[in-house]
């Protein structure tokens, strides 16, 4: 439930940046929030985060869609984002791949006093779907995030900013986006979880389109160190959302390389 386009208008605040991870297979979820972290997947390992989100089209019709997003450790601080969704048929759309996107998150800054845990994230964003189908933008787009995560009584921060273009291909027109996010995970018992965001997308391009705010939250589950699963809800409270219910996983499959 990552969008692949974003780029940063960060605002930090004095916390303590959260603890790097030191099993290489310990599942880095960003699923299921908008948001992303800081931090990165050890170099040489695969993380893959898949689910799927049924939006409520209309009353008793909902259109599904399948994020997968496989995470690729390039270096310590490094990390490669290839993310491939899959729309099902739904109202107004048919079943295929969406646009897919490919990424670089970059740790600058660790523990920082005032940034925490600080990365940049560009993406450029292909259009592989179809906008008549319903699958896709037909359009390319570039981004950049800007990502502070910090831990405060262990409760997990992510504050995220983010700006983005797109150029259309075809009909629809060229566009431009703005994303906010702010995402609290913390422990409630065991294995047990509970994640909690707000999220929204300002308008900035002039289009007189009404800004979109929502919030996120459900209960994630750490069945193995490498295997995480999440369900939840989402809710709009302010402009044109859908209603959404998700589920899905992480799995850190392990290295590239055999055992390390």
Do not use: C
């Not at 690729?72 to 729309?87: K, M, R």
């Not at 099902?88 to 740790?107: A, L, T």
């Not at 992510?158 to 291909?169: E, Q």
């Amino acid at each position: 439930m990552k969008p692949t386009l974003l780029l940063a208008l960060f605002i930090a605040i004095p916390l303590a940046a959260q603890e790097p991870v030191t099993d290489p297979r310990l599942v880095q979820p960003e699923r299921p929030t908008v948001a992303t972290h800081a931090h990165t997947v050890a170099p040489g390992y695969v993380e893959i985060e898949s689910g799927i989100e049924g939006d409520r089209a209309s009353a008793g019709k909902r259109s599904y869609f399948a994020p997968t997003v496989t995470k690729i450790g390039l270096t310590s601080h490094v990390q490669l984002n290839l993310s491939t969704p899959f729309v099902f048929s739904g109202p107004g759309q048919s079943s295929g791949v969406g646009d897919m996107s490919i990424g670089v998150k970059w740790r600058l800054v660790d523990d920082n006093p005032v940034l925490g845990d600080f990365a940049l994230l560009p993406a450029v964003l292909f259009p592989t779907g179809s906008s008549s189908k319903g699958t896709g933008t037909d359009a390319y787009g570039a981004s950049l995030t800007a990502i502070a995560s910090y831990e405060v009584n262990g409760i997990a921060i992510d504050l995220n900013a983010a700006y983005a273009g797109m150029r259309s291909t075809g009909t629809i027109p060229s566009t431009q986006s703005a994303l906010w996010t702010a995402s609290f995970g913390a422990p409630v018992t065991g294995k047990l979880s509970w994640v909690l965001e707000f999220f929204g997308q300002p308008t900035i391009d002039g289009s007189g389109a009404v800004s979109t705010a929502a919030i996120l939250t459900g209960p994630t589950y750490l069945v193995k160190p490498w295997l995480n699963l999440d369900v939840g809800i989402i809710a709009p409270f302010h402009g044109d959302m859908s209603n959404a219910i998700y589920a899905g996983m992480v799995w850190n499959v392990g290295s590239l390389f055999g055992r390390r």
